[in-house]
């Protein structure tokens, strides 16, 4: 004789089916319906999304997690791509460490990238933040792979400033090997947003608020100095975990195509890149 399941599980159990697909028509939803750069977006939260539920779960009794499997395989590492993993240049820019780190990357990516897309089409905006994730990965693993043969500088490190310093010994460490090192974060192809939109719009006021608190209007190609000059002020004087020479390539091959490319008042309706 079979047992009949309580009529309130039952309607308990098609709530949560009925809730679990008006979510995935939602997220259908976003990502047929709206702009590249909220796609973008929306991708990078589910995929870090995707990251902390994988690092709660560990691979049968290794004690190894999913979500370092995930990160080696999509992040961007020489090791792995130098045996093929290629897409590593691509996946490695919708990956993030913590929440700030995405929020300051979705954040810059949505100001800036959405103006992008207003005047030029989705096509350009994914060709420049892709291009310049692409570029900046590049610059990192070249940096990366350069530092270790800079010993010959390490007498003069009692002279330089300490993050300076700290950065030369940490490559000494790696002994021309970067098998430890990975690289995660939209940044660099944020940077190249920020480059594009500076080449594009030299002249166009911005309101930022410098350390969240104090606001402050500046000219676009300002922001591009100061952006450039506490970029290369943090390579030099702190060590830290930001890679700040995928920032740079990002950010310049982002200039560059802005700088080709054909001001907006110029574009005729014929030759605007649609969606």
């Known amino acids: 004789m079979r047992l009949k399941k309580p009529a309130f599980l039952l309607n308990k159990g098609q709530v949560l089916i009925t809730m679990f697909r008006r979510w995935i028509w939602r997220l259908r939803g976003l990502f ?47 090791p792995l791509l130098s045996r093929g993993f290629l897409w590593q240049l691509i996946t490695y820019n919708f990956l993030h460490g913590s929440w700030l780190h995405l929020l300051l990357n979705m954040w810059a990516c949505v100001v800036f990238g959405s103006a992008l897309e207003r005047d030029y089409g989705a096509r350009f905006f994914l060709k420049v933040f892709l291009a310049g994730g692409v570029a900046g990965g590049l610059g990192w693993l070249g940096y990366i792979v350069l530092l270790p043969h800079l010993s010959f500088l390490m007498p003069l490190t009692g002279w330089m400033p300490e993050g300076l310093a700290l950065t030369l010994q940490a490559g000494e460490g790696l002994k021309g090997s970067p098998a430890g090192s990975i690289c995660i974060g939209a940044s660099a192809g944020v940077f190249a947003l920020l480059g594009c939109f500076f080449a594009l719009y030299p002249q166009r006021t911005i309101y930022v608020l410098l350390f969240f608190v104090l606001p402050l ?48 008042g110029r574009i005729d309706a014929s030759s605007r890149l649609s969606d």
């Open 217 to 264: 209007k500046l000219k676009s190609i300002t922001l591009l100095w100061l952006l450039l000059f506490l970029t290369i002020a943090e390579m030099i004087f702190v060590q830290s975990p930001i890679a700040g020479s995928a920032h740079l390539c990002g950010g310049a091959l982002g200039y560059v195509l802005g700088w080709r490319a054909p001001r907006p």
């Open 32 to 78: 047929l319906f709206s702009s590249a750069t909220m796609k973008v977006v929306a991708l990078c939260v589910c995929i870090h999304l995707i990251l902390i539920a994988a690092g709660r779960v560990a691979i049968g009794y290794t004690g190894i997690s999913y979500e370092s499997v995930l990160l080696k395989c999509f992040s961007l590492n020489w």
